[in-house]
């Protein structure tokens, strides 16, 4: 992050008063139970968010090298994007043009130039250009179909890729990032180093995973045993970007910083830096790594999370050990701490006889949030 950007947040935190009430949102908002528990709404949200809108699907530092792929699937569409020799990316639907068999059923891999189906072994190049059936003795000589796999859109910039399942109508990263770009470019995630990622499912809404780390005000009480000694529980800086947003969660030390003289100021140190990137991303600087959070709706009270890890860079395997144990501290305290107290508010919801949730200007993140997503909703509908 560039270093008048770091001043620039540090200093909010330093002028923002007692118990940090400065960095407070204008307003608090409420939201009805039904906006994470209804059915018909989770279907338009599906429709216009994950399957006509554009996604984040990964880092380029995932698929760096000619033949890589890596899959996802976005409101049940099974997608595969390739690495051409060129350099450039084709986004593909990850079923084979005979009877469907998915083409790749790991998240990543290398293809070499070839994409051969394990179901009968019809064979793509990796654009999706059919090139060949072998052993069927010309059975489908008749077929007059193209049988050439399709397209969706694939869009690659600051290290960042985005799909748009729905269709191929081509994708603007920049005003995706709607601002956040910036920052983003200022991490270099194009020289990480993908450590490993782990999937997990939950039995609540897709919302109340990102809910869950747009605020710190739960830290105190909820991670009294585990971070509340290390993490400020007063406020987020939060910014937003369009329907994304910036929530940065700081340590209870970080005042020490601005007691140094403005040129060394950081805030690295002391930050929990998290890009949400709408609807399924959250794309997390931590001090010494980056963290990336891939959400994939699975029906409107269960999703399923892919949490990544990726490395600043290369890991010896002393270095591994040390970023998986980073890992599975992230996913012991959100899996036993955060996420099923996410599950009960779930059920609660669910159950009808809560009507809504109310979410206060000490909790300025999940007021924009929940705000866009009404709104874009509301446009998709108009
Ligand atoms: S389904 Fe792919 S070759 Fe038959
Ligand atoms: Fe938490």
Not at 89 to 116: D, K, M, Q, Y
Not at 227 to 234: I, T, V, W
Not at 239 to 250: A, C, H, I, M
Not at 350 to 368: D, M
Request: hydrophobic residues 40%; proline residues 5%.
């Amino acid at each position: 992050m560039r270093h008048e950007r770091q001043v620039e947040l540090l200093q909010r935190v330093a002028d923002s008063g007692e118990h940090f009430v400065g960095l407070h949102g204008s307003r608090s908002m409420i939201n009805p139970a039904s906006a994470y528990t209804d059915p018909e709404r989770h279907a338009r949200e599906l429709k216009v968010l994950f399957r006509d809108g554009p996604t984040l699907l990964g880092l380029s530092c995932e698929m760096a090298s000619p033949g890589d792929y890596l899959t996802t699937t976005l409101d049940g569409i099974p997608l595969a994007v390739i690495r051409q020799a060129d350099g450039t990316l084709r986004a593909i639907i990850n079923a084979c043009r005979h009877r469907a068999a998915p083409l790749f059923t790991e998240r990543s891999g290398s293809t070499g130039r070839a994409i051969v189906c394990n179901y009968h072994a019809w064979t793509y190049d990796t654009e999706g250009t059919l090139l060949a059936r072998p052993l069927s003795a010309g059975a489908f000589d008749d077929v007059t179909n193209t049988c050439n796999l399709h397209h969706v859109a694939v869009a690659e910039k600051y290290g960042l890729i985005f799909v748009r399942a729905g269709s191929n109508e081509s994708i603007d990263v920049d005003q995706t990032l709607g601002g956040a770009q910036d920052d983003l470019e200022s991490f270099g995630l194009g020289g990480y180093t993908h450590v490993e990622t782990r999937t997990n499912e939950w039995d609540m809404n897709w919302k109340l995973i990102l809910d869950t780390f747009t605020e710190s005000y739960h830290i105190r009480t909820l991670h009294k045993n585990s971070l509340a000694a290390y993490f400020n529980s007063d406020c987020v800086l939060y910014e937003d970007f369009g329907r994304n947003f910036l929530s940065v969660g700081l340590r209870s030390n970080v005042l020490d910083e601005v007691t140094k003289p403005q040129q060394d100021w950081s805030i690295l140190p002391y930050s929990t830096i998290q890009y949400f990137l709408v609807p399924n991303a959250l794309v997390v600087h931590q001090i010494d790594h980056i963290e990336v959070w891939r959400l994939e709706p699975l029906g409107v009270g269960r999703v399923r999370t892919h949490t990544s890890l990726f490395a600043p860079e290369p890991p010896n395997e002393r270095a591994r050990q040390y970023w998986i144990k980073n890992l599975d501290l992230l996913l012991k305290v959100t899996g036993s701490e955060d996420f099923p107290t996410m599950e009960r508010i779930y059920r609660a919801l669910a159950s009808g006889a809560v009507p809504e949730v109310v979410y206060g200007r000490i909790e300025p993140p999940l007021v924009h949030f929940h705000t866009a997503l009404n709104a874009a909703l509301d446009a998709a509908q108009a």
